[in-house]
């Protein structure tokens, strides 16, 4: 089949505008423990694009995250170091502040990664953001991602967060994982693409 920078010419369609991300899954919550991505990770992109859309929790004041696996999703806890870093402003102007996080990054951990402060239950209270994932099928070197998250917090904040780091591992990530702290995710998309 002919192809155009390894995507077949029938999938060009799938292109996200001129941006050159190409949507090769969407799952959508409801009321589930996690949304996981076991397929369509592989060696046709360089970098991939998770981009959250009003996720929004069972539980108040939890955490969005995530992981990755090596073993197709038998077992999410690859090593990972990271930082955390954020922006935030009361809704009643009672404060405002730039951070560095240190109890949400990782140093050689393996637990799930988080990627907003604690996101509030309410009806109109949600996180959004995206995360790319750099050269997952590398079996030379370390797996790279940076993230950005906007999230209305339990206690009326709003928090703009910046997280990166890389996953100490040169086996290929096969696949990733997206869940709360605590309980489940209401409801919610995420969008995979892969980056031209």
């Known amino acids: 089949m002919a192809t155009y920078n390894n995507i077949a010419y029938g999938n060009i369609g799938t292109l996200d505008g001129a941006s050159g991300h190409v949507l090769l899954q969407t799952l959508t919550a409801s009321n589930s423990a996690n949304l996981s991505f076991t397929s369509d990770i592989n060696n046709t992109y360089q970098s991939y694009v998770f981009k959250f859309i009003d996720i929004h929790p069972v539980n108040n004041n939890v955490y969005f995250t995530f992981q990755c696996s090596i073993d197709s999703g038998s077992n999410y806890n ?13 809704e009643n102007d009672g404060g405002a502040a730039l951070e560095y996080g240190a109890d949400n990054d990782q140093e050689q951990g393996t637990a799930f990664q988080y990627l907003s402060q604690t996101t509030g239950n309410e009806n109109d209270e949600s996180c959004a953001g995206e995360l790319e994932l750099f050269d997952p099928s ?59």
Do not use: C, E, P
């Open 78 to 90: 690859v090593v990972l170091t990271s930082t955390w870093a954020a922006a935030y402003h009361n």
């Open 138 to 196: 590398s079996t030379t070197f370390v797996k790279h991602f940076m993230a950005r998250t906007n999230n209305y917090i339990s206690n009326d904040v709003q928090m703009d967060a910046h997280i990166a780091g890389y996953f100490n591992n040169t086996s290929a990530i096969d696949a990733i994982q997206f869940k709360f702290s605590g309980g489940n995710i209401d409801s919610g998309t995420i969008k995979m693409y892969g980056v031209l």
